[in-house]
């Protein structure tokens, strides 16, 4: 068979999918730029700078498991989260990142022609997962300071639509949903999911009220706070129904033994992590200060690891072209609710100061 017959047999959808946008790797990047890559700076992808806990690299070189297959009912995992969350295990499931559970969640409730409402600018995912899915994604966008309009939610409801996707702290503006918005977008009776990837930077959560609602989902990560970008491991709080059909319909062994072992370090070394977290959040309030003494980018309050900015002189862009030729990488947006913004990561002290002394440099030019 020719390619070109191969390709009529591709799902439409599929064939037709921009795809996400995920960050470049340093080693990638830096034959192109001729910089090492250990001297590039990378605020593109909210990565934790102070790395996992030293207690997971210590554990995962001496494992000797490793060629072995994971628990598939991820019994200890789930134990371990009700530890640390305080929440039932059966109300628990873990996948690899987040990101595999909003798939999940829309590979469970919707079908194709189905409607999602999402309010962007907010995690791409969520578009990719539905459009995937064959759902129609029906977009809310959010007002000028980048909250979520209750209002024009439910206003945007039909007999179609199945789910409302939120983000709270939002990526990639920062921005909380208060709880009571929350609240009255549960009492629509849609399902919800609310994404916490970012919890543990604003200590706002809405994963207790789960008990009293069957149609709250609140999907989290340890690729954040934890450190643990690498190793993708997730989890999300789910009304117990919910949970069950999850754990049936998941990949059997979706979360690896090197990732079990390093959550198992990181919830015995809360304390360092969240030392780290107090780091970052210091440095954040730093960035967001400085940021804002440049006339020509518009800094927004995060409740984040990162800041979300626009960019009010020339294009997003270029100015990461211009950051990325001097080995500092963060993100810019410019599709639609994205327009000339960027979202930098909050760094070590240090790479901050490079930043600004290259933002400094980008101005005068």
Not at 42 to 49: G, H
Not at 68 to 78: I, K
Not at 109 to 119: A, L, R, S
Not at 144 to 169: G, H, Q, R
Request: aromatic share 8%.
């Amino acid at each position: 068979m020719s390619e070109e017959g191969i390709e009529k047999l591709i799902r439409p959808n599929l064939a037709a999918l921009g795809g996400y946008s995920a960050a470049k790797s340093p080693q990638t990047l830096a034959k192109k730029i001729g910089i090492a890559a250990e001297k590039i700076i990378k605020l593109d992808a909210n990565e934790n700078p102070y790395g996992c806990s030293p207690r997971v690299n210590k554990a995962l070189a001496s494992y000797p498991y490793l060629s072995t297959y994971p628990d598939a009912g991820q019994s200890e995992l789930r134990e371990l989260l009700e530890g640390y969350t305080g929440i039932d295990a059966e109300n628990i499931v873990a996948g690899s990142g987040s990101d595999e559970l909003i798939d999940l969640i829309l590979r469970l409730f919707i079908k194709p022609g189905d409607e999602v409402i999402n309010c962007p600018p907010t995690f791409d995912m969520f578009r990719f997962s539905t459009q995937i899915g064959e759902g129609t994604l029906v977009e809310v966008p959010r007002d000028e300071d980048f909250a979520v309009s209750v209002k024009a939610v439910k206003a945007a409801i039909t007999k179609k639509t199945k789910i409302i996707l939120l983000a709270s702290p939002n990526n990639p503006t920062g921005t909380l949903t208060p709880r009571q918005d929350i609240l009255e977008i549960l009492k629509i009776g849609l399902p919800v999911v609310v994404d916490e990837a970012y919890y543990e930077f604003s200590g706002e959560t809405v994963a207790p009220l789960v008990k009293q609602h069957p149609n709250l989902m609140v999907p989290r990560t340890f690729s954040k706070w934890a450190g643990l970008a690498g190793l993708r491991v997730g989890y999300g709080i789910f009304p117990t129904k919910i949970a069950r059909y999850l754990m049936a319909i998941k990949p059997p062994y979706n979360v690896n033994m090197a990732a079990l072992v390093a959550v198992r370090e990181s919830l015995v070394d809360v304390d360092y992590l969240m030392s780290t977290v107090k780091k970052i959040i210091a440095e954040r309030e730093r960035l967001f200060g400085e940021l804002k003494k440049f006339n020509w980018l518009k800094p927004f309050p995060s409740q984040a690891n990162f800041i979300f900015a626009s960019v009010l002189k020339g294009e997003a862009k270029e100015l990461q072209q211009k950051l990325q030729s001097k080995g500092i990488l963060i993100r810019y947006f410019d599709l639609p609710y994205w327009r000339d913004g960027v979202r930098i990561s909050v760094g070590k002290p240090e790479q901050t100061d490079a930043l600004i002394k290259a933002l400094q440099e980008i101005g005068e030019e």
